[in-house]
């Protein structure tokens, strides 16, 4: 039995099932909806009942792909979509056609060096090299899209590594934005299973100025923190002057509806040098900790 070869398996893979269920003959019932394999089926996948599957399906595709890619842990990068590079941002002041929207492009020009610090900071956490098991570290991870998520992922092409997007589906058209890996670039419909997906590897997170979306993401991982559902991580806060002038995080501690202790799960930085610095020394502090 030594040099007797078992076979790796005895059922047939689906995909050979399905390349099958292609080529049945045509009749009134293999025409019918009801004889589609279950999985080739989309109007039943899509039916209301399903959703608990589109989860698991949602949840298991991007985790399985990154698992496969060797990503062992990701820097998050949070920010708007609506900051664009320095030069961009200038050809939008240039057209503001009143006071209002030129009001606001001149604010716009002034946050649009994140996009430059974003970029940085990316090629920074994207020459951490693989750990011993051959496992990648710190892989830059955004939400696909343009702008400070498009600077993230520019800045791992910059030094020739690969980057993760997060896209999600939206009523207006949209497209990941070039730099995204292709092989790691992830659509959603969920919110909730994209916003896991950003924090299952987290191991470090900036959130650069953004809107509602960028505060729906900080905030979910602050109150995690908080509640001791997941462990701390480096949350970095880019821009001190517009995060203080939009959320009065001392007045929540002053109303007592939260500790001042809540307030040190982030640390407010301006540069990606300075970023860095947060999460070296997180990082020196927890293995001496551990050691």
């Not at 496969?68 to 990701?74: D, L, Q, R, Y």
């Not at 056609?97 to 940085?120: F, G, H, M, N, P």
């Not at 990606?272 to 020196?284: G, I, S």
Request: aromatic residues 10%; proline residues 6%; glycine residues 6%.
């Amino acid at each position: 039995m030594t040099d007797t070869r078992l076979p790796e398996r005895v059922f047939p893979r689906a995909s050979q099932d399905a390349a099958s269920a292609q080529q049945a003959i045509s009749t009134p019932q293999t025409e019918h909806p009801a004889y589609k394999l279950a999985f080739q089926d989309m109007d039943f996948l899509l039916r209301e009942d399903l959703r608990p599957v589109r989860f698991q399906l949602e949840l298991l595709k991007p985790e399985l792909l990154l698992e496969e890619a060797k990503i062992a842990s990701t820097f998050v990068m949070y920010g708007s979509a609506r900051i664009p590079e320095p030069a961009k941002a200038q050809a939008m002041l240039d057209i503001a056609s009143d006071d209002t929207a030129r009001a606001i492009a001149e604010r716009l020009v002034a946050k649009s060096r994140y996009y430059d610090v974003a970029r940085e900071l990316a090629q920074i956490a994207s020459r951490v090299p693989r750990d011993q098991h051959g496992m990648r570290q710190f892989v830059v991870c955004s939400g696909g899209g343009p702008s400070i998520m498009e600077a993230a992922n520019r800045g791992a092409t910059d030094v020739g590594a690969e980057s993760i997007g997060l896209n999600i589906v939206l009523p207006h058209e949209q497209a990941p934005n070039p730099y995204v890996t292709p092989s790691l670039s992830f659509q959603f419909h969920y919110f909730a299973l994209r916003k896991m997906h950003f924090l299952l590897r987290a191991r470090a997170l900036a959130a650069f100025p953004g809107g509602f979306g960028t505060f729906d993401e900080l905030f979910e991982l602050l109150t995690l923190i908080q509640t001791g559902k997941i462990k701390p991580i480096p949350v970095l806060l880019f821009g001190r002057e517009f995060w203080e002038k939009v959320v009065n995080f001392q007045a929540l501690v002053d109303e007592g509806v939260v500790s001042q202790r809540d307030l040190g799960i982030f640390t407010y930085v301006e540069t990606a040098e300075e970023a860095w610095d947060v999460v070296r020394a997180f990082y020196e502090e927890q293995a001496k900790k551990d050691g």
